[in-house]
């Protein structure tokens, strides 16, 4: 099949704000066979094995960021997301988040993503990589749980979360309703 050009692109004369507002994550095993509901090129619901949810993970204001990037090489796209986002003061509470993050990963997860402009996007789940299987699928996983309690009074106390979803689309937006 080949691929062309469709469409161009028009330029939105609206403000816009850079950041994150909110973030969900899943685990990838809970959300159930047939995902997500894709509409033209938006997701429109999610379908949860039974009595599963997403959770709210909260940060400090102005420390999130979601970040898509494509390359190319031979011909072949690669889509590397990352999602990073900065929580404060180091303690049992926020030592057993980053755990269970980690331990996440194996099988992965999925997260929707807020931005400052109101829009969710989804990350570590795409329509060329549906499956609930690992091997098959591209979730979401940790790249790097970096803490520390800082030298100074001054200096943050905390750790930036990083989680990484490769792929070869970029994320959809999401216009339903998370299930929390």
């Known amino acids: 099949m080949i ?48 009595t599963k949810v997403f959770y709210k993970f909260e940060f400090d204001q102005d420390t999130a960021e979601f970040r898509p990037v494509v390359t190319s090489e031979n011909n072949s796209t690669l889509v590397t997301t990352e999602v ?28 929707i993503v807020e931005d400052n402009n109101l829009n969710k996007w989804v990350v570590g789940y795409s329509e060329n990589h549906k499956s609930k299987i690992d091997e098959e ?9 970096s803490g520390g309690s800082g030298k100074l009074f001054t200096d943050l106390n905390g750790s930036t979360n990083t989680l990484v979803a490769t792929n070869n689309e970029l994320p959809r937006i999401f216009t339903g309703t998370v299930p929390v």
């Open 3 to 50: 691929l062309l050009l469709t469409a161009g692109f028009t330029k939105v004369c609206t403000p816009r704000s850079g950041g994150i507002k909110t973030i969900w994550l899943a685990n990838r095993t809970e959300i159930a066979t047939g995902g997500f509901t894709l509409v033209g090129s938006e997701y429109t619901a999610v379908t949860m094995e039974a």
């Open 84 to 111: 990073e986002f900065f929580q404060s003061k180091l303690s049992t509470l926020m030592r057993d988040a980053l755990q269970e993050m980690a331990d996440a990963s194996i099988c992965g997860m999925v997260a």
């Open 137 to 145: 699928g591209r979730p979401l996983k940790v790249s790097e749980l």
